[in-house]
């Protein structure tokens, strides 16, 4: 129970907040990654998250335990990742969307699935379908694996079941991208109604808070005693994701609670909108927030990073997501232009927030 690290949150949704971590909580979440990406014995795991962020998931633990070896890199340089992964015989690695959906573009990406695939674990954001796909093609098996700084990283797998391999890639990649079911060691990982803290039904529909309870959970945050306590309300730690419980059990996240877009008192997912936009062939990184509208409250706003040398308009952008989702889920407006992510990866939905809501955006 003694304190083992110091950790802060991305602060992608506000201000940063000091995680302290403890001893057991390290000891579990470093036997459960090994356990949930089959990491066995002596893996050769490459580095592609900062080893601050997080303390790295917990891999330079994991990674002694399992008498692995470390192959580390500067920065996310595609040619170089494809370079060592060839040269020392990767087996494993873990990253963001981000980093997956940059391999899977580079121009000197490998085509078609390898002999013996990377295995990867993939965390930070819901991860689009196309970049499930997609891995597959450059010759990475992704799980997806969901957690936060609180819970020394990932705390929830979607652990795949017999039958999985053998559906077409694209209901394949539906069910992967799910978060999943608890990580070995963890206690618990569901969702609950916030107001009874009784579990939703497991019916996929009914949307609850992800709340998690075990010993792979935070101290507390650093002087900070009234967010430790509103976070651990009630005796589970709060996520602020909501989501549902699918049939088989299986979490899955719908969005952040800050980042629900309610139009016209319909709530719709930014997670949906975006996963859809990441399948427009010309766009690289897409994020969708709220921007306010006199007539419906609340209309989605898209935030579009395309691709090197592809081009896209705002009205080819618009007519696509409206050509797949409901009308009033459909953006109503495409910003163009880089999009601001942190060091780890992701993306700063406050800042285009910020941008969302400025006056030149209103009106425009």
Known sequence: WDAIALGYTSGTTGNPK????????AYLNAVSNILAGNLGTHPIYLWTLPMFHCNGWCFPWTIAVSAGINVCLRKVDPAKIFE??????????????????????????????????????????????????GAESIGIKLTHVYGL?????????????????????????????????PYPLEEAVTVLDPDTMQPVPRDGETIGEVMIRGNIVMKGYLNNEKATKEAFEGGWFHTGDLGVLDKDGYVIIKDRSKDIIISGGENISSVEVEDVLYKHPAVLFAAVVAKPDPKWGEVPCAFVELKDGATATEAEILSYCKSILPGFKSPKS???????????????????????????????
């Open 84 to 133: 060592l992964i060839k040269a020392h015989g990767v087996t494993h690695m873990c990253g963001a969307p981000i980093v997956y959906n940059t391999l899977i573009n580079a121009p000197d990406a490998p085509k078609g699935s390898a002999a013996k695939p990377v295995v990867g674990l993939i965390a930070g954001a819901a991860p689009p379908v196309a970049v499930l796909e």
């Open 18 to 25: 000091g995680v302290v971590t403890h001893y057991r909580g």
């Open 334 to 364: 495409v910003v163009f232009g880089a999009i601001p992510k942190t060091s780890t990866g992701k993306i700063q939905k406050f800042a285009l927030r910020d941008q969302a809501n400025s006056a030149k955006a209103i009106l425009a």
């Open 149 to 181: 700084t609180e819970v020394y990283g990932p705390a929830s797998v979607c652990a795949e079941q017999p039958g999985w391999d053998d559906l077409p890639a694209d209901q394949r990649a539906q069910l992967k991208r799910r978060q999943g079911v």
